[in-house]
């Protein structure tokens, strides 16, 4: 984002979630965080619910902190390629339906590893090959299940009076431990319960 000096405070559309400080009234309100994402794009969604309910979020150069990106994720790349990707896709089908996600889906699988690869190949980075396409298996096998799930109502479906199990969808967390064993096993797979009290 070099369009705008950074040493004045401003309204922006999304703050990075590494450090996000939000006031516990509207957490609250907003029911926190979607348990469907997954260290990714969790932040991008809740503050796109931020803003279509009027408030807005601010860049403030008075509050700093210190973000080593990727610090614990770099031990597991392909997890968290996996992750980012599988969280883009949720937020896209979320927001936006399944012509857009569609769309998203094939640039994620058509363009996206191709180009991945090329530029690792072009930094020798072989390894890197290797974490792209593990990332885009473990993608492949969750589309499999996002797609297909059993224990979704389907639109148009003969069942005019559903029950509420059938309007319940599962939250995602057994499927993470599922699709990369590799991480929750060696502790890389964490997550944080947040109280808004």
Request: hydrophobic share 40%.
């Amino acid at each position: 984002m070099c369009d705008w000096n950074h040493h004045e405070t401003r309204p922006v559309d999304i703050v990075m979630g590494a450090f996000l400080l939000v006031r516990q009234e509207i957490f609250a309100t907003l029911g926190g965080f979607d348990e469907d994402f997954f260290v990714y794009y969790e932040e991008v969604d809740f503050l796109y619910k931020v803003h279509r309910r009027g408030w807005q979020s601010y860049y403030l150069t008075t509050a700093q902190a210190y973000h080593n990106g990727g610090g614990c994720s770099n031990q597991a790349k392909a997890a968290r390629l996996f992750y980012s990707l599988r969280s883009r896709i949720i937020y896209c089908h979320k927001h936006f339906g399944w012509a857009h996600t569609a769309s998203v889906v094939l640039a994620t699988l058509l363009i996206e590893p191709f180009s991945r690869m090329a530029y690792a190949t072009a930094r020798d980075g072989g390894r890197e090959i290797g974490d792209t396409l593990r990332a885009y298996a473990m993608l492949l096998k969750w589309l499999g299940a996002f797609m297909f799930r059993q224990d979704r109502l389907a639109p148009g479906s003969l069942n005019k009076n559903p029950s509420a199990r059938d309007l319940t969808v599962p939250r995602n967390r057994p499927w993470n431990a599922d699709l990369a064993p590799d991480v929750a096993e060696a502790g890389t797979h964490t997550e944080a319960a947040i109280d808004p009290s």
